[in-house]
Nanobody, 121 residues
Framework: EVQVVESGGGLVQPGGSLRLSCKVP????????MSWYRQSPGAPEKEREL???????????RYADAVKGRFTISRDNAINMAYLQMDNLQPEDTGAYFC???????????WGQGTQVTVSL
């Protein structure tokens, strides 16, 4: 089982920014791609959608079409952290955000608590 801890969510107005962080202790971090997922309000866990992913070496960034040009995924392998910089947030970005090892494919079925992002006036 892998422990995942997300943080950085909050309430922002449309057009605002947030930076999410993801800590995965106890993992040989650089060996794993990392992905961010969003669970929209009222949606079941199985409908979490991939938002962004990054390879273990920090390359190969990929994004959902809806967030391209607004979100940036990054990582710091020295401290086992992954990040999601979210700019120009829109109401449709609202949801609980989760991270997990893997490149758009869940490797460990062990999820953290997620971090809530709410975009509203």
């Amino acid at each position: 089982e892998v422990q995942v801890v997300e943080s950085g969510g909050g309430l922002v107005q449309p057009g605002g920014s947030l930076r999410l962080s993801c800590k995965v202790p106890g993992l040989t971090f650089s060996n794993y791609a990392m992905s961010w997922y969003r669970q929209s309000p009222g949606a079941p866990e199985k409908e979490r959608e991939l938002v962004a992913a990054i390879l273990g070496n920090g390359g190969g960034e990929r994004y959902a079409d809806a967030v391209k040009g607004r979100f940036t995924i990054s990582r710091d392998n020295a401290i086992n952290m992954a990040y999601l910089q979210m700019d120009n947030l829109q109401p449709e970005d609202t949801g609980a955000y989760f991270c997990n090892p893997g490149y758009g494919v869940v490797i460990f079925n062990s999820w953290g608590q997620g971090t809530q992002v709410t975009v509203s006036l």
